[in-house]
Nanobody, 127 residues
Framework: QVQLVESGGGLVRAGGSLRLSCAAS????????MGWFRQATGKEREFVTA???????????YYADSVKGRFTISRDNAKNTVYLQMNSLKPEDTAVYYC?????????????????WGQGTQVTVSS
């Protein structure tokens, strides 16, 4: 059974940093795209970032415009873990952050194309 567990959320002041982790189990994910999404209260779930993989062992990174230059996605395949480093946090980054297993190809920006979601971790940025 595939399981994703996010951790690392918390309360931080604007301008601060947090590092989220997503530990995957159940199967190897080194060849799978992985993504982070977030959902603020009363809003739809939105894409944050994704990391894909192709057979040449090249990873591609995708970012929402709102987080470009501030957030960085990375992965440690030996640990089956994906990370989200969040710097220069803003109050509008406040949300529950979810990781998920992405499609082998196609639209990495659409939540509908992802499967095996984690339970989410709350990030709150105070002004």
């Amino acid at each position: 059974q595939v399981q994703l567990v996010e951790s690392g959320g918390g309360l931080v002041r604007a301008g601060g940093s947090l590092r989220l982790s997503c530990a995957a189990s159940g199967r190897a994910f080194s060849s799978s795209a992985m993504g982070w999404f977030r959902q603020a209260t009363g809003k739809e779930r939105e894409f944050v970032t994704a990391i894909s993989w192709d057979p040449s062992r090249t990873y591609y990174l995708y970012y929402a415009d709102s987080v470009k230059g501030r957030f960085t996605i990375s992965r440690d395949n030996a640990k089956n873990t994906v990370y989200l480093q969040m710097n220069s946090l803003k109050p509008e980054d406040t949300a529950v952050y979810y990781c998920a297993v992405g499609p082998s190809s196609g639209n990495y920006y659409s939540a509908a194309d992802y499967e095996h979601w984690g339970q989410g971790t709350q990030v709150t940025v105070s002004s």
